[in-house]
């Protein structure tokens, strides 16, 4: 085989490293342009939602202090009962702050009360439901004191 012969094709390595790179490339594509609503939509925020009344359970369980989830339609944290003081404060750490939802998002309770939600495991509450809305949907929050389920409502 002469030099010419060998020069006219790619190798097997040389066309490996451009699909690898052509592969990279297109996954960070995808990954950028699928990050343009992650967070913002209903689901997220109603998975948020549901994740932290999850931990907010598990911790008044393992600290044994009763915690209140009060809400308003553009927000909502978590309190903390404080016996010394007789009174609610600010959940301890992420749970007691404020977590606003992103514009059209709504937050509403069944019924319409904005009484606050008790998260005690020794305090029996009837399940609570909350509503996200906006955005082009619906999701419900669905609290039982231990855990919390999220489901789409209506298309």
């Known amino acids: 085989m002469t030099g ?5 094709g790619l190798s097997l390595v040389e066309v490996l490293v451009v699909l690898a790179i052509v592969g990279v490339m297109s996954g960070v594509t995808v990954l950028g342009l699928g990050a343009l609503d992650r ?6 925020e109603a998975t948020r ?7 907010a359970a598990d911790e008044a369980l393992v600290a044994s202090v009763p915690l209140a989830l009060v809400w308003e339609e553009r927000g909502y ?10 009174r609610w404060q600010g959940a301890p750490g992420d749970l007691g ?6 514009a059209p998002l ?11 939600v008790m998260i005690a495991p020794d305090l029996p509450q009837p399940p ?24 789409r409502v209506g298309d």
């Open 106 to 116: 709504r937050l509403a309770r069944d019924g319409g009360s904005g009484d606050a």
């Open 97 to 102: 702050r404020h977590h606003g939802l992103p």
């Open 128 to 151: 609570a439901v909350l509503h996200i809305a906006g955005g082009g949907g619906t999701w419900q929050v669905a609290f039982d004191g231990f855990g919390a389920a999220v489901a």
């Open 4 to 8: 010419r012969e060998r020069e006219a």
């Open 39 to 44: 967070g913002n939509s209903g689901e997220a």
């Open 77 to 86: 944290r978590f309190l903390a009962w404080h016996a010394a003081g007789a």
């Open 49 to 55: 939602l549901a994740n932290r009344l999850r931990l």
